[in-house]
């Protein structure tokens, strides 16, 4: 059975899975696809969904990993020059300069969790993103209660209190779209033996 063949079939079956829900694709309407067929074909759709759930796992992680480095950034600035960053400086009178640095340092636990929850291969990987989101949460409270103290609501800085938890919520988002796409593949697999030709 050669590629083409598989890619026919693949999109046969996403056309009418809305149809019935729980047959495989035939190579024609008169004889159902043998065991080996229907092998090869949930074969491909768990590669192919493999290879999709590491990239797009792979490119979140990265993005959230980013963001962990300019917070890193961020703290050597406040501990080298205190103050001298503008979204710093707006709770120069509210905060001292080292829960500042502490809050940056939760953020970036908060990434990290992330994207350990999004990379590591075990069944607690949930866990570890649903941890991230709790230390996102206490951040996102600790710099909204500073930023309704300012004398003037600064909206330049509304990614201090939400960035750490939108980070993790996204995280958490793509993690759950991922595992359903997988799920469908290992449904699609417990299906597959129940229409042999007789």
Same mark, same amino acid.
């Given at each position: 059975?050669?590629?083409?063949?598989?890619?026919?079939?693949?999109?046969?079956?996403?056309?009418?899975?809305?149809?019935?829900?729980?047959?495989?694709?035939?190579?024609?309407?008169?004889?159902?696809?043998?065991?080996?067929?229907?092998?090869?074909?949930?074969r491909s759709l768990?590669?192919?969904? &493999?290879?999709?759930?590491?990239?797009?796992?792979?490119?979140?992680?990265?993005?959230?990993?980013?963001?962990?480095?300019?917070?890193?950034?961020?703290?050597?600035?406040?501990?080298?020059?205190?103050?001298?960053?503008?979204?710093? &400086?707006?709770?120069?009178?509210?905060?001292?300069?080292?829960?500042?640095?502490?809050?940056?340092?939760?953020a970036v636990l908060?990434?990290?969790?992330?994207?350990?929850?999004?990379?590591?291969?075990?069944?607690?990987?949930?866990?570890?993103?649903?941890?991230?989101?709790?230390?996102?949460?206490?951040?996102?409270?600790?710099?909204?209660?500073?930023?309704?103290?300012?004398?003037?609501?600064?909206?330049?800085?509304?990614?201090?209190?939400?960035?750490?938890?939108?980070?993790?919520?996204?995280?958490?988002?793509?993690?759950?779209?991922?595992?359903?796409?997988?799920?469908?593949?290992?449904?699609?697999?417990?299906?597959?033996?129940?229409?042999?030709?007789?």
């Amino acid at each position: 059975m050669d590629m083409l063949t598989v890619r026919k079939l693949t999109r046969n079956w996403r056309n009418s899975r809305e149809e019935d829900k729980f047959s495989l694709p035939t190579l024609d309407d008169s004889r159902p696809m043998d065991t080996q067929e229907q092998e090869e074909l949930v074969r491909s759709l768990e590669r192919s969904q &493999a290879q999709q759930s590491l990239v797009w796992r792979s490119a979140f992680a990265a993005f959230v990993f980013c963001f962990a480095m300019f917070l890193v950034y961020s703290i050597f600035q406040q501990v080298l020059s205190p103050w001298e960053l503008r979204y710093h &400086a707006y709770f120069m009178e509210e905060i001292d300069s080292w829960m500042i640095i502490t809050a940056d340092w939760m953020a970036v636990l908060a990434c990290s969790l992330a994207i350990k929850g999004l990379v590591h291969n075990s069944k607690d990987r949930r866990q570890w993103i649903w941890y991230s989101c709790f230390v996102g949460f206490v951040l996102a409270v600790f710099w909204s209660y500073y930023m309704l103290r300012l004398p003037k609501f600064r909206w330049d800085v509304i990614w201090l209190p939400f960035g750490p938890l939108s980070g993790a919520g996204i995280c958490l988002y793509v993690d759950h779209l991922l595992n359903e796409s997988s799920e469908e593949v290992r449904k699609l697999r417990g299906y597959m033996y129940a229409y042999k030709v007789s």
